[in-house]
């Protein structure tokens, strides 16, 4: 795959700071935390996105995510704990190999700041709602 970081880490390449590693699934601590006690979980095999990675592995990648994240909450105590996964350049995606980010929280203003930055709530009509459950319903039927 050349040049993903991700890749490089799983096969031993560059050093990470590993939190937990079996034959598919490795969690490392995120080298420019957000904050104290940001992890993230990653497939060892390189897929692109939520649009790549099965459904085996992504289940995979849920138990570990559970598993760090209940440590990460035995450990600080945080008052929540954010887990985030980003696909495309638009969406936020920098590193292009699929990985999930498990960010604590300690700071109850942190909603506020979320509501400002990232969730502007529209107001759309019943009729509008439907439609588009309707038009997404219709590529459902997916193995
Ligand atoms: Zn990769």
Redesign the pocket.
């Known amino acids: 795959?050349g040049e993903?970081?991700?890749?490089?880490i799983?096969s031993g390449k560059k050093d990470a700071l590993i939190l937990y590693s079996d034959e598919f699934i490795i969690s490392i601590m995120d080298h420019r935390p957000i904050n104290k006690g940001h992890v993230l979980v990653t497939p060892k095999?390189?897929?692109r996105d939520i649009f790549e990675v099965p459904a085996d592995i992504l289940c995979k990648a849920t138990e570990v995510t559970r598993r760090v994240s209940i440590a990460i909450n035995s450990t600080y105590h945080p008052m929540g704990l954010n887990i985030i996964e980003n696909n495309g350049t638009d969406a936020g995606q920098t590193v292009?190999?699929f990985h999930i980010h498990l960010i604590p929280r300690y700071d109850s203003k942190y909603n506020t700041e979320l509501a400002k930055v990232a969730w502007h709530r529209k107001v759309i009509s019943p009729e509008e709602l439907k439609k588009t459950r309707d038009e997404i319903l219709k590529n459902m039927n997916i193995p």
Not at 4 to 8: M, P
């Open positions: 795959m993903c970081v991700f890749c490089d799983a095999k390189h897929y292009f190999h």
